[in-house]
């Protein structure tokens, strides 16, 4: 291991930097380590050496903070709501309708986000505030999503983007009339594929409560590829889509509907039991790629496992 005093260290920081970018250094300071030095690439490699899912435990950890975030958040904006004068309480619901009207006139979003009674009619005329209108699930399509990759290869430089979660259907769109239930999402679980940390620098521009998000209805929210759980040789499967010189590479349905699986939630189930009825999700390839799937622990496994079990008996009672 290369060793720098820790003088040298202050008087060569550039050169201190880029010995550490090929291998960890040393600092020393009268004779003893104090310090070691090392690029995040060799320090990721460590810590998966160590356990090959801390880094999706990391993962699973930040977007739960983030989910919980976004849950307080629109309890208090409903709090918020019921606390204000009659007066003001159909101020901000009139605002949310004048929202939703714009994006219907200015053709920001399709046709059924804006007119889809969750957003349009029926969740304001119940007084939800402006910001829960913007939070409800609408339908998305590729156009919307390449509107918004636009701004993020403007913001970043990248042109590839890896598209997971719900709306990683949106590869097929040109392929197939895609149920409504899989496309009911105002969130765009992504990320540059060439440098995935990026794209947490784009979350103030476009992410949730954005500029973008405001304007728009819809948002970036920036993962990592380390969040999902997926077969192996999934990178192999995905499915590129490219317009105006950027690509987005979308999971194949089955890759996503295994990470759904293991999520197990209200929203994926309804996910998974739409592409199984559209046939674009086939319960016998799941079951065979579920072999080399490497789940969180036991009880993740136990769970997608279960889940999709009682996918099998609903397809075969309901006759799917």
Not at 67 to 84: N, S
Not at 171 to 194: H, K, V, W
Not at 293 to 300: G, K
Not at 306 to 312: R, S
Request: with cysteine; aromatic share 6%.
């Amino acid at each position: 291991m290369q060793q720098f005093s820790s003088t040298q260290a202050k008087q060569n920081f550039g050169q201190l930097m880029k010995a550490s970018a090929l291998a960890p250094v040393a600092i020393e300071r009268h004779g003893k380590v104090q310090a070691l030095v090392m690029s995040p690439a060799f320090h990721g490699a460590a810590r998966t050496a160590q356990d090959p899912l801390a880094e999706r435990r990391l993962a699973r950890l930040q977007q739960a903070g983030v989910e919980k975030d976004r849950l307080i958040r629109h309890h208090r904006i409903a709090l918020d709501l019921l606390t204000q004068a009659p007066a003001e309480r159909e101020r901000l619901i009139q605002q949310a309708r004048d929202t939703v009207e714009r994006w219907r006139r200015e053709q920001l979003s399709s046709r059924d986000y804006v007119d889809r009674d969750g957003v349009g009619r029926r969740r304001l005329g119940h007084g939800l505030a402006p910001e829960l209108a913007l939070g409800g699930a609408a339908r998305m399509n590729l156009d919307a999503l390449f509107a918004l990759l636009v701004e993020a290869h403007k913001r970043s430089g990248h042109n590839d983007y890896v598209v997971i979660g719900s709306l990683s259907i949106l590869g097929l769109e040109d392929a197939f009339d895609i149920p409504q239930d899989m496309t009911l999402s105002n969130d765009i679980d992504c990320y540059t594929r060439d440098d995935p940390d990026r794209t947490f620098d784009l979350v103030a521009a476009l992410g949730e409560n954005s500029a973008w998000h405001q304007g728009h209805g819809y948002f970036l929210d920036a993962v990592t590829p380390a969040l999902p759980t997926l077969p192996e040789g999934w990178q192999a499967r995905l499915i590129p889509v490219s317009r105006g010189g950027l690509t987005a590479w979308f999971l194949d349905p089955n890759d996503a509907a295994i990470s759904k699986y293991a999520r197990g939630e209200p929203r994926d189930r309804r996910w998974i039991r739409a592409g199984i009825r559209s046939g674009v999700v086939s319960l016998p390839l799941v079951r065979s790629r579920l072999r080399s799937v490497t789940f969180l622990d036991d009880e993740e496994s136990r769970r997608a496992r279960q889940l999709m079990e009682e996918d099998q008996i609903w397809r075969d009672t309901a006759g799917a």
